[in-house]
């Protein structure tokens, strides 16, 4: 059964920063691309990053250059180190791992959903 949880969420001002951790079990890790999304209230989920098994990255254009996703695969985690932090990054992040990366994009269907973490950035 795999399972994704994250971590790493919490309260920072505009500018701050904060690194989430995905940490998976239950499946090849290595093996596996690994995408990471978030959900404003009201809003859809949508992919902010994600990383290929070969590490291969693809991001939104609304954080390339302030995000940077990695992957441990020692330690079955993926990590989002997020700067420059602004209030229009709040929503609830969630991971998905074991989707498709394919083309330079990735694709959640398939793969399987942590239970989110929420991040919350104040002006």
């Known amino acids: 059964q795999v399972q994704l949880v994250e971590s790493g969420g919490g309260l920072v001002q505009a500018g701050g920063s904060l690194r989430l951790s995905c940490q998976a079990s239950?499946?090849?890790?290595?093996?596996?691309?690994i995408g990471w999304y978030r959900q404003a209230p009201g809003k859809q989920r949508d992919m902010v990053a994600a990383i290929s098994s070969r590490g291969t990255t693809t991001y939104a254009d609304s954080v390339k250059g302030r995000f940077t996703i990695s992957r441990d695969n020692a330690k079955n985690t993926v990590y989002l180190q997020m700067n420059s932090l602004s209030p229009e990054d709040t929503a609830v992040y969630y991971c998905n791992g074991g989707g498709t990366y394919w083309g330079g994009r990735y694709y959640s269907s398939g793969g399987s959903w942590g239970q989110g973490t929420q991040v919350t950035v104040s002006s």
């Open positions: 239950g499946m090849r890790f290595r093996d596996n691309a």
